[in-house]
C-alpha cells in the first residue's frame, strides 16, 4: 500500500533563517506531488505541484520554492524566513496520469519568531 | 483561476440532527468534487467525492449532491454524532493547462461543524 511521510511534525525557527521540509512517498511511481499551507484557522492555499522530477509548477508568487530530485521525493525550501510564513505546511500526492483523488501527509507545524 | 465559496463557517447542531454545508466553485471545467474532514491538528481525510457525470452520491450517513447547471454542490450529515465535529473543507478540481496528468484541488475556506450533546 501507498504511504506519504512528512517531516519534521514540528519546526521553530527564527526569521531570516533558512526552511527545508521534506515529503516521500511510498509504495507507488510517478505520483503527482502538491505542498499546501495552511494559516491558523483558515483554509488550504496550493503552494506548488510537480507531475515529475524536476517539473514544478508555483500557484502562488511567495518566499518559499520547491524541487523534486527523485520521483517520490518533494522538498519545500525558503532561503530567508519571513513572519508570514508561519502556517500548517501539507504535502499531498495522488496517482499520475488523470487520477483525482489525494491524500495528505501528517503535515509540519512551522513557527517563524 | 478557479474559486471555491463554502458556507458556513461555522455550523453548531444538536445531536442526532442533519447538517448541511455549502459550496459554489467558479470554473464549468472542474469535474471533481471531494469532501475532506480535518480534525484539529490533523491531517486532511477524504470522506467522499463525486464527479460531474454523478448528481448525487451517499455513503452511510453522508451524502453530497452536485448541480452543475447552477456550480452549486453540497455535504449532508444525517443523524449527526459527536465524533462527526470537525472542520470540513469543499473541494473542485481543475486540470491546470500543460501539465495534462496533474489535477488541482482548489479548497474552499471550511466549515467548523460542532454538535451539541
Known amino acids: 500500500s501507498q504511504t506519504i511521510h512528512q517531516w519534521p511534525a514540528t519546526l521553530v525557527q527564527p526569521v531570516g533563517s533558512p526552511l527545508s521540509l521534506e515529503c516521500t512517498v511510498e509504495?507507488?511511481?510517478?505520483?503527482?506531488l502538491y505542498w499546501y499551507r495552511q494559516a491558523a484557522g483558515r483554509g488550504l492555499q496550493l503552494l506548488f505541484y510537480?507531475?515529475?522530477?524536476?517539473?514544478i509548477s508555483s500557484e502562488v508568487p511567495q518566499n518559499l520554492s520547491a524541487s523534486r530530485p527523485q520521483d517520490r521525493q518533494f522538498i519545500l525550501s525558503s532561503k530567508k524566513l519571513l513572519l508570514s510564513d508561519s502556517g500548517f505546511y501539507l504535502c499531498?500526492?495522488?496517482?499520475?496520469?488523470?487520477?483525482?483523488?489525494?491524500?495528505f501527509g501528517s503535515g509540519t507545524r512551522l513557527t517563524v519568531v | 483561476g478557479e474559486n471555491v465559496e463554502q458556507h458556513p463557517s461555522t455550523l453548531s447542531v444538536q445531536e442526532g440532527d442533519s447538517a448541511v454545508i455549502k459550496c459554489t466553485y467558479s470554473?464549468?471545467?472542474?469535474?471533481?468534487f471531494p469532501w475532506y474532514k480535518q480534525e484539529l491538528g490533523k491531517r486532511p481525510q477524504l470522506i467522499i467525492d463525486?464527479?460531474?457525470?454523478?448528481g448525487e452520491k451517499k455513503d452511510q450517513r453522508i451524502a453530497v449532491t452536485l448541480n452543475k447547471t447552477a456550480k452549486h454542490f453540497s455535504l449532508h450529515i444525517t443523524e449527526t454524532q459527536p465524533e462527526d465535529s470537525a472542520v470540513y473543507f469543499c473541494?473542485?478540481?481543475?486540470?491546470?493547462?500543460?501539465?495534462?496528468?496533474?489535477?488541482?484541488?482548489?479548497f474552499g475556506s471550511g466549515t467548523r461543524l460542532s454538535i451539541r450533546p
Open positions: 473541494a473542485a478540481s481543475l486540470r491546470p493547462t500543460g501539465y495534462s496528468s496533474a489535477s488541482k484541488i482548489i
Open positions: 509504495g507507488t511511481s510517478n505520483p503527482n
Open positions: 463525486i464527479r460531474s457525470n454523478v
Open positions: 470554473d464549468s471545467a472542474s469535474n471533481y
Open positions: 510537480s507531475v515529475g522530477i524536476g517539473q
Open positions: 499531498a500526492w495522488s496517482p499520475g496520469v488523470g487520477a483525482d483523488g489525494y491524500t
